[in-house]
C-alpha cells in the first residue's frame, strides 16, 4: 500500500502528535528525482517495521514543507516525538535511506 | 544472493544506457539495466533535470525531459529489459565475466558491459557549499525553482544550462542574476537570446563565486563575488545559488583501468565503442565531451549494443 499522501491539515497529527518515528516524503509532480525515490519509499513504507511512512505534495500542501526549512526536493525528513531528528536531501538508494533512518527507529 | 550471469549488463538510465538496452533487448539479449538512483546524478540522466526539450528528433512541439526518458524506458522496458534500482558500489573489470556491486550488495556478472554513467554537474568546491546544499544552493531548477517564489537567485554558469536556468527561474523569482567568469556566453544563440531578452534577467560578468553566505535556519542570503579581472571581492544578497558550470563524467569506478582523456573521459576506438577492455564499451557523456546531446548519446548507446551483440557472437557463439 505504500506511503500515505497527507494534506498540511493533517500534519499535526499524522506526524508531530504520532507516537511511532515517522518518515515524510516531500515530493511534487514535476520533480523528476522525486520520481525515483517514491516508489523506493514506498517499499520503506512496506518493509519497516516500527516505522510510519507518509508523503505529501508540495504543491498542493506547501506549508509544512516551508515550517522546517524544506528547500529542494525530493527531501526526506524523520519526526520522533514531535521532533525532525533525519534530514535526507535528495534521491539516494534504499540502502543509504536505510542506514539514515534505522538509528532514529526502537 | 547468488550472483547471475547477463549477456548484456548497462549501467546507466539515461537516453545512451536505454537506447542500448531497447536495441540488446531486440537483440534478444535480455540486458539489465542498473539504472542508478542518485551516484552520478539522478537516475533518468541530466534530462530528468530539464524541462522542454526542443531539439530531439520526432518532437516538433517539444516534449519534457522526464517524459523522454520515461518513454525510453518503457520502449526498452517492452522488449524485455529489466531493471535494478540501485547504485553501483564497484566494478572488476581483471576478467569476464565481469564483476558489478551495488549498494544493495547484490553481484551481477556480465559477459558484456556498457558504460552509459553520463556527466554529473560540477560544483563549486567553495565555502558554504556543502552546507547549505539543498537549503538555498541547488543544481536543479526544475526541482527546486518552487522555493523561491518572488526571491532573488543567482546562476552561475554561461552556457545552455544556465540559460535554461535562468530562464525558467523567472517563471518564479523576482530576480534572476546570472554570474558568469567571462564576457562572453558559451551558450548557443537561441538560448541566449531568451535570457537577454528577459526583462528579470541580469548579468555580471568576469565574476566567480567564492563563498556561499547564510546559515542552516535561513539558508541562503548571500554570496562573495570575486572579479575575475581586479581580484576584489564583494558580497552580493541573493536567495538562492543555481550551479551550472558544467560536468565531470562519472568514471569513478573504472578510471583506474580503462583509458580517460585529460578531462577524465573515456576514450572508444572511434567510430565503434569499444574501451581498452575486449567487452566493454562506453557512450554517452560518460565518453564525450564535444556534443553531449540527448540525440547523441541515444545513438551512441545503439552504436554500443550492436558493438555488444557482435562481440558475444564473435566471443560466446
Known amino acids: 500500500m505504500g506511503a500515505t499522501a497527507i494534506t498540511d491539515d493533517q500534519f499535526q497529527a499524522e506526524v508531530l502528535d504520532a507516537d511511532q518515528p515517522v518518515l515524510i516524503d516531500f515530493w511534487a509532480e514535476w520533480c523528476g528525482p522525486c520520481k525515483k525515490v517514491g516508489p523506493i519509499v514506498d517499499e520503506l513504507a512496506e518493509e519497516v517495521d516500527g516505522l510510519k511512512v507518509v508523503k505529501m505534495d508540495i504543491d498542493k500542501h506547501p506549508a509544512a514543507a516551508r515550517d522546517h526549512g524544506v528547500m529542494s526536493i525530493p527531501t526526506l525528513l524523520v519526526f520522533k516525538g514531535g521532533q525532525n531528528v533525519a534530514r535526507i536531501v535528495g534521491a539516494k538508494p534504499k540502502a543509504a535511506l536505510l542506514s539514515e533512518i534505522s538509528p532514529h527507529l526502537d | ?317
Open chain 2, 1 to 317: 544472493m547468488t550472483a547471475t550471469t547477463r549477456n548484456v549488463v548497462i549501467i546507466g538510465s539515461g537516453p545512451a544506457g536505454l537506447t542500448a538496452a531497447t536495441y540488446a533487448a531486440r537483440a534478444n539479449l535480455e540486458p539489465l539495466v542498473i539504472e542508478g538512483v542518485t551516484a552520478g546524478g539522478p537516475a533518468g540522466g541530466q534530462l530528468t533535470l530539464t524541462t522542454d526539450v526542443e531539439n530531439y528528433p520526432g518532437f516538433p512541439e517539444g516534449i519534457m525531459g522526464q517524459d523522454l526518458i520515461t518513454g525510453m524506458r518503457e520502449q526498452a522496458e517492452r522488449f524485455g529489459t529489466t531493471y535494478v534500482t540501485d547504485d553501483v558500489t564497484g566494478i572488476d573489470l581483471s576478467s569476464r565475466p565481469f564483476r558489478i556491486t551495488t549498494t544493495s550488495g547484490d553481484d551481477v556478472h556480465a559477459n558484456t558491459l556498457i558504460l552509459a554513467t553520463g556527466a554529473k554537474p560540477r560544483r563549486l568546491d567553495v565555502p558554504g557549499e556543502d552546507r547549505l546544499w539543498g537549503q538555498g544552493v541547488s543544481a536543479c531548477a526544475t526541482c527546486d525553482g518552487f522555493f523561491f517564489r518572488d526571491k532573488e537567485v543567482v546562476v552561475v554558469g554561461g552556457g545552455d544550462s544556465a540559460m535554461e536556468e535562468a530562464t525558467f527561474l523567472t517563471k518564479f523569482a523576482s530576480k534572476v542574476t546570472v554570474v558568469h567568469r567571462r564576457t562572453e556566453l558559451r551558450a548557443s544563440a537561441i538560448m541566449q537570446e531568451r535570457a537577454f531578452k528577459n526583462d528579470k534577467v541580469e548579468f555580471i560578468w568576469n565574476a566567480t563565486v567564492t563563498e556561499v553566505l547564510g546559515d542552516g535556519a535561513d539558508g541562503v542570503t548571500g554570496v562573495v563575488l570575486a572579479d575575475t579581472v581586479s581580484d576584489d571581492t564583494t558580497e552580493f544578497d541573493t536567495d538562492g545559488v543555481f550551479l551550472a558550470i558544467g560536468h565531470i563524467p562519472n568514471t569513478d569506478l573504472v578510471a583506474d583501468v580503462l583509458e580517460t582523456d585529460e578531462d577524465g573521459y573515456l576514450i572508444v576506438e572511434q567510430p565503434a565503442t569499444q574501451t581498452v577492455v575486449p567487452g566493454v564499451f562506453a557512450a554517452g557523456d560518460v565518453s564525450d565531451h564535444v556534443y553531449r546531446q540527448a540525440v547523441t548519446a541515444a545513438g551512441m548507446g545503439c552504436k554500443a549494443a550492436i558493438d555488444a551483440e557482435r562481440f558475444l557472437a564473435a566471443n560466446d557463439a
